[in-house]
């Protein structure tokens, strides 16, 4: 089997240090948490370089990324959500936001995160979530 994509194994670093600072009650600033986690497992540079964009993107726009996840999530509250979704969420919502990757992508790679670290349920709702983001966004 084929190593994944350094955008692919960055994302999943980026849900490790989203998912440590939300389980860990988002006190510390997240990237520091995230520096702390990936000193702790050893990530390599590469890695880190794109998953601390995302994260610096998450951290910047936290507020209007959790607007506009709740308003589509109508009947669900961010706290309300199970910790992976909600944080697959954020790192995809972030990255919609501030990024120049293509939408299709930003989905394909976080139903695939929510998939490995959730279920093929939590897969689905990440999927409709993010693409109604993208097209609230215009970038569907």
Known sequence: MAKPRLETRARARALQAVYAWDVRGRTDALSN????????????????????IIVAAVEKDLGPIDADLEAITTNWR???????????????????????????VVLQEAVRLAERFGSEQSARFVNGVLDALARRLDKL
Do not use: H, K, Y
């Open 78 to 104: 961010m706290d309300r959500l199970g910790v992976i979704e909600r944080c697959v969420l954020r790192i995809a919502a972030a990255e919609l936001r501030q990024m120049e990757t293509p939408a299709r």
């Open 33 to 52: 948490v995230a520096r702390a986690v990936w000193d702790d497992i050893g990530i390599p540079r590469d890695e880190r370089l794109f998953a601390l």
